[in-house]
């Protein structure tokens, strides 16, 4: 009989403002159960921003010292802060059974798929013009103008990798791309690992 790997990763991508935390929110009850992948940074802890809770803050220090022990999944210098995934609570959710979700650039996205492929499925999360991701930064007034600008010009970027995705979410009305996420976590969940084929094709000829 076979038996699926203990869990799978959903990597997810796409413009800061694209909707991507409201559309986990939204399906969070229909796609069982996961763990949402909480970043180590460098760079200093925001206005109610908690340790453990948003995310691991360390010193650069710490952080690169954990790079040479190859602790990380995945991570990135941005904006001279280093931000990464620890490979402790993903691999625990792994085993757990969870569907272990990230919400990484495209630069993780590559990295994570060099490291976990077999075992790895992304969507690319946009709203359905540049046009529209502005007029959202700028309804939520929580960033400066600079900060506004260097977010569309980092999404001009991002938006060219979409190729390397295997689903794009465009997130028009929430509902219907929280509909399509649940579509793409239930399909994560299906996919299996070198590991798992190769024990089937074994078990299937015998």
Same mark, same amino acid.
């Given at each position: ?15 800061? &403002?694209? &909707?991507?935390?409201?559309?986990? #929110?939204?399906?969070? &009850?229909?796609? $069982? ?6 970043? /180590? /940074? ?9 340790? $453990? ?17 190859? #602790? ?5 210098? *941005?904006? &001279? #802060?280093?931000? $990464? ?8 959710? @792994? ?12 630069? $993780? ?23 529209? @991701? ?7 007034? /929580? ?5 506004? @600008? ?11 990798? *979409? ?7 465009? #997130?028009?009305? *929430? ?20 590991? /798992? ?7 299937? @000829?015998?």
């Amino acid at each position: 009989m076979l038996k699926r790997q203990k869990g799978a990763i959903l990597v997810l991508s796409g413009p800061s &403002g694209a &909707g991507k935390s409201t559309i986990i #929110n939204a399906a969070s &009850g229909e796609i $069982g159960e996961y763990y949402f992948s909480i970043s /180590t /940074t460098t760079r200093h802890p925001r206005t109610g921003e908690k340790d $453990g809770r948003d995310y691991f803050f360390v010193s650069k220090e710490s952080f690169e010292e954990d790079i040479k022990a190859g #602790n990380f999944l995945e991570y990135a210098e *941005v904006h &001279g #802060n280093y931000y $990464g995934t620890s490979l402790k609570p993903v691999n625990e959710a @792994l085993e757990a059974g969870k569907l272990v979700i990230f919400d990484i650039d495209v630069q $993780g996205h590559r990295l994570v798929r060099a490291k976990m492929n077999d075992i790895t499925t992304s969507a690319f999360i946009t709203p359905p013009s540049l046009k529209e @991701l502005e007029s959202r930064l700028r309804t939520r007034c /929580t960033d400066v103008e600079e900060v506004i @600008l260097n977010r569309l010009k980092n999404a001009r970027d991002e938006i060219e990798a *979409v190729h390397e995705y295997d689903f794009t979410i465009i #997130n028009d009305v *929430v509902a219907e791309a929280a509909e399509e996420f649940i579509i793409v976590a239930k399909a994560a969940r299906l996919k299996f690992s070198k590991e /798992t084929e190769d024990k089937f094709i074994e078990q299937w @000829l015998h």
